[in-house]
T-cell receptor, first 112, second 116 residues
């Protein structure tokens, strides 16, 4: 399956601070999806990026796909306690029997 | 649609026993995935099916694990015999398609397996 490095593994922030997680690949990706998993819950789809340099926004969340399609980021502006959870990237490189594999995730912990 | 349905939600079993986890994907979805999640290893893809056919089972940890999809609306993941290290949350997910034109995956609530 596709190997990616997702950093950081853990991130502690004060409520109201910004948060960013990165997903880096050594190979070019066809697309990348992002998911969020609340504590005790299941992963929930957030967005899919397909085009080089693509930027998509969902309220306080901004998703970017690198120009070379080898990295992606998720940025949250002014975090809220409802943002707590683990954020996963799920890249697809194409060209084979690759299933939907996930990075290790970034655990976001918010201190009120 | 009720979403992806997994059963049971919780399973506690003794080492050596057979365990069967069940999944009903969303109707019309052609791809089905089984995952195992632990703190140490994260969310691991065990196996996935396209149109009921197993495509990649390279993530299945060993021969004690097997998965089937006899029809488009049902899949099972079986562990026989179970061991304490199999304790984890097992997720099933489905999507309309995977690959370069892949679509979002919908996850079930998961089965929390504890092997004692």
């Amino acid at each position: 399956g596709q190997q990616v490095m997702q950093i950081p593994q853990y991130q502690h922030v004060q409520e109201g601070e910004d948060f960013t997680t990165y997903c880096n690949s050594s190979t070019t990706l066809s697309n990348i999806q992002w998911y969020k998993q609340r504590p005790g819950g299941h992963p929930v789809f957030l967005i899919q990026l397909v085009k080089s340099g693509e930027v998509k926004k969902q309220k306080r969340l901004t998703f970017q796909f690198g120009e070379a399609k080898k990295n992606s980021s998720l940025h949250i502006t002014a975090t809220q306690t409802t943002d707590v959870g683990t954020y996963f990237c799920a890249p697809y490189s194409g060209g084979g029997a690759d299933g939907l594999t996930f990075g290790k995730g970034t655990h976001l912990i918010i201190q009120p | 649609d009720a979403g992806v349905i997994q059963s049971p939600r919780h399973e506690v079993t003794e080492m050596g026993q057979e365990v069967t986890l069940r999944c009903k994907p969303i109707s019309g979805h052609n791809s089905l995935f089984w995952y195992r999640q632990t703190m140490m290893r994260g969310l691991e893809l065990l196996i996935y099916f396209n149109n009921n056919v197993p495509i990649d089972d390279s993530g299945m940890p060993e021969d004690r694990f097997s998965a089937k999809m006899p029809n488009a609306s049902f899949s099972t993941l079986k562990i026989q015999p179970s061991e304490p290290r199999d304790s984890a949350v097992y997720f099933c997910a489905s999507s309309r398609m995977t690959g370069p034109s892949g679509t979002e995956a919908f996850f079930g609530q998961g089965t929390r397996l504890t092997v004692v």
